[in-house]
């Protein structure tokens, strides 16, 4: 034996999982990629650019506030990079660059590093980021531009490059010169304000328009489908959301089949399928009690029915999971695990 | 194994599946190593009060007498002497918990044939329970898994408990370790006797012993050599971490819980280790003392790995370079990596309930920086006893040791490193919650 070994010493357990925060949220990024490439297939370079803008808008202001408070940069985290794809994903792919530029900035100020940065969020960042543009440009929010434009890929949407502060090229023209008779409407617009409904098939492919990346479900489940099997996603937060959301609509339809709109179509339509497996999924902002993900879940699925079906939004569940981000605190103080051996109060 | 016994296979909820690693010694036959040049055999090498020393310094002892008496009117077992040799001192030495303790220190006598003493053959079978429960005692035996709880007290009963089932744990959940295999594949006589002793010592009707599956042998082995009474039964249960922790088997065999913060005996259980009732039956039928064991010397930069019978007290300079230690820098724990300890001194010993010599050099995992808990919920998916690992550490943090308690439920952690193992930010926790016990047990004290 060597003369004078060096010993380490270091507190049990002595080995540990491979999985680190990196390696899930490298991952994470994986996943959203083919939801990337197929939101710029749909709607081409405009969405292209859009994505880029919000991720560096969103690593910049991530680096900007590593160095304001003098904490070691924390960029390769990847979490930061994920809010920003996240929130290109919820944004209609015309909307105006600059006015993404400004929700990565807000997601990530506002929604992360105010509250302490990685693991203190209370609010999913990339919500919080849309929440306040939603607020701020209700207009650009909600104007939708048809998918699979025939110039897509050599011709921005003309709001794409609007400038700040500067009242967006009208849309609407465009939109109807490249495609005959586009409403500007989505599924769930087209529901809400016309009583029409698009069949489950082309909204559960995601051949629709829409927000960039949420128009195919099916998508959304395949990648989603991968972080559950490399367990590097909950699928009880998304499980419990889609169920939560199918009884609320089914209490709905069942007692009036005219008027309101099928299960199905409310699982697949809008951003409920991404919001189930990409936002409400967010592990800081969702509980970890067992019982909790699941009332959280309900929650966000109710909510996001009865938002759409009697306020004054097409889209909800953005609010929705805001507000079950917001109850989390609570959902968890009353859903503590029992534990093994528990005994009865009166034993103890 | 069928797919119908993989989704019919007992087990417990949660746990994790850490690689094992036992392929490195698991069909290594037991070998015995030389003496070494001095025994250090620590006075407290149990859970209770230390004994007490009843030799003196340059005294010679022969092999296997008795040298430390049970401290009275407390828990407290017996030391015997693991080498004939001359007392050299009893003095403070460096301990397996890293506080030096009081030791008593022999030269071994390289001249001596090293042939134990022992007492009168007793036939436990025309015994009382009592006064089996007494030779236990006087044979210094503890639990051999790592807990060092003395074994006579597990049998030592309230009136009004009794004992119908005794499980017996040859599970050896910890990833490296094989002693346990080893001694359910080569003393299966000694394992039976020692089962059957403790039945007669609790009165109990049948016994279970539990194994994971990953000891499918131990079957083979055991199974054809039970009493044919059929009250000694053996089981596999799901390979899983900690299937070994006593609660986690009991939940597994018998589908039911170990009350929060009580003993198996609540519910008429006890539960032993393999290597404690293999050494019950080898040990009390010749009235000698507890004093040698099987350890597994495992991990990176040995030459030889393997499992080894050494006298208790062998300090670890000897059974590394027997096991020819050839690292430059490593870590070195005593029992599995798990819950193993540290070891920081070469000088210190094997004691009674060291079940290994784990070396860590490239298997070691390579402490990175401590991120915040993004509450991922992995460790709550692990924790064995359903806590709530997330909020604790997010507590400790903060210094609430005291909600951690009154409200987390902290007393029932047993620190099997579950949530440590998982968390993908390197949280510390089950040290986090070994610090908070601590604090709050002198925080009780000081206030009485």
């Known amino acids: ?348 | 194994m069928g797919l119908l016994d993989f989704f019919s296979r007992k087990t417990f909820p949660h746990g994790i599946h850490p690689p094992e690693y036992k392929a490195i010694t698991q069909h290594k036959k037991t070998l015995r190593l030389p003496f070494p040049e001095r025994v250090i055999l620590p006075l407290a090498q149990h859970i209770g009060a230390p004994a007490i020393p009843i030799v003196h310094k340059d005294q010679y002892v022969v092999r296997g007498e008795l040298i430390a008496e049970p401290s009275e009117n407390a828990l407290s077992v017996p030391i015997h002497a693991s080498a004939s040799g001359s007392v050299r001192e009893i003095d403070l030495m460096p301990g397996p918990k890293g506080s030096k303790v009081m030791s008593i220190v022999i030269d071994t006598d390289p001249s001596s044939p090293q042939i134990p003493v022992s007492g009168k053959c007793q036939d436990y079978t025309r015994m009382t329970p009592e006064q089996i429960i007494n030779a236990v005692k006087q044979t210094g035996l503890v639990g051999l898994g790592g807990a060092g709880f003395p074994s006579y007290a597990k049998m030592l009963l309230p009136k009004d408990r009794r004992i119908h089932t005794i499980v017996v744990n040859g599970c050896e959940c910890e990833p490296f370790l094989t002693t346990d295999h080893r001694i359910m594949l080569e003393k299966v006589d000694d394992l039976i006797r020692g089962i059957q002793i403790a039945m007669k010592a609790v009165s109990a009707e049948r016994s279970i012993i539990g194994i994971e599956d990953n000891k499918l042998d131990v079957l083979e082995a055991i199974s054809p050599r039970l009493p044919a009474d059929g009250r000694i039964q053996i089981e596999a249960v799901e390979t899983k971490y900690p299937q070994g922790a006593e609660k986690m088997l009991v939940k597994s065999l018998l589908g039911v819980e170990i009350p929060s913060r009580g003993l198996p005996s609540e519910i008429g259980l006890a539960v032993f280790n393999v290597a404690t009732l293999a050494e019950m039956g080898r040990l009390l039928p010749r009235q000698q003392g507890l004093i040698e064991r099987i350890i597994t010397v495992t991990g990176d930069d040995l030459t030889h790995p393997g499992n080894y019978v050494v006298p208790v007290g062998t300090p670890l300079q000897d059974i590394l370079d027997n096991a020819g230690f050839t690292g430059q820098e490593a870590e070195i724990i005593l029992g599995g990596p798990m819950m193993g300890l540290p070891v920081a001194s070469f000088e210190t010993p094997v004691t009674k309930s060291t079940g290994g010599v784990l070396i860590l050099d490239q298997h070691a995992y390579k402490p990175k920086d401590i991120l915040p808990c993004i509450k991922c919920s992995l460790c709550l998916q692990a924790c064995p006893i359903n806590l709530n690992p997330s909020e604790l550490g997010m507590l400790a943090n903060k210094r609430r040791y005291d909600v951690m308690e009154a409200q987390y439920h902290l007393n029932d952690c047993f620190e099997c490193g579950a949530c440590s193992y998982v968390c993908p930010s390197n949280i510390p926790l089950v040290q986090y919650f070994k610090i908070a016990k601590t604090l709050n047990r002198e925080r009780h004290i000081q206030n009485g």
């Open chain 1, 1 to 348: 034996m060597a003369k004078h070994p060096r010993i380490d010493l270091r507190p049990s357990p002595y080995i540990h999982s491979p999985l680190t925060v990196e390696k899930i949220m490298r991952n994470v990024v994986y996943a959203l990629l083919p939801l990337v490439s197929f939101s710029v297939w749909q709607f081409g370079i405009s969405a292209l650019a859009l994505i880029l803008v919000t991720t560096f808008a969103c690593l910049g202001t991530e680096s900007l506030f590593c160095r304001l408070s003098g904490k070691a940069n924390s960029l390769k985290d990847y979490s930061a990079t994920i809010t920003g794809l996240l929130l290109a994903m919820t944004l209609p792919p015309g909307f105006p660059l600059w006015m993404g530029a400004v929700a990565g900035f807000v997601a990530i100020a506002m929604g992360k590093t105010l509250f302490g940065g990685i693991g203190f969020n209370v609010f999913n960042p990339a919500l919080v980021g849309r929440a306040f543009v939603q607020a701020a440009f209700p207009v650009a929010i909600t104007t939708w531009t048809p998918a699979l434009a025939p110039n897509r890929f050599v011709e921005f949407i003309p709001s794409t490059l609007a400038l700040p502060f500067m009242k967006p090229a009208a849309t609407a023209e465009w939109s109807a010169h490249v495609v005959d008779g586009f409403s500007g409407a989505t599924p769930l617009a087209l529901m809400k304000f016309q009583g029409i409904m698009t069949d489950s098939q082309s909204l559960f492919l995601g051949l629709t328009d829409g927000s960039t990346g949420e128009t195919s479900a099916l998508l959304i489940l395949l990648c989603g489908g991968y972080l559950m099997w490399r367990k590097m996603l909950d699928w009880r937060i998304p499980a419990s959301v889609i169920f939560g959301t199918a009884i609320t609509a089914a209490v709905f339809y069942f007692y009036d089949p005219s008027h309101y709109p099928s299960p199905a179509f409310m699982i697949f339509s809008g951003g409920l399928m991404f919001g189930a497996v990409f936002m409400a999924s967010d592990m800081v902002a969702s509980p970890v009690t067992p019982l909790g993900i699941f009332i959280f879940g309900l929650l966000v699925g109710f909510l996001t029915v009865i938002i759409r079906l009697f306020g004054g939004l097409t889209e909800a569940v953005m609010y929705a999971i805001l507000f079950g981000n917001a109850a989390t605190p609570l959902i968890e103080r009353y859903t503590q695990p029992s534990i093994y051996g528990a005994r009865k109060k009166e034993d103890s």
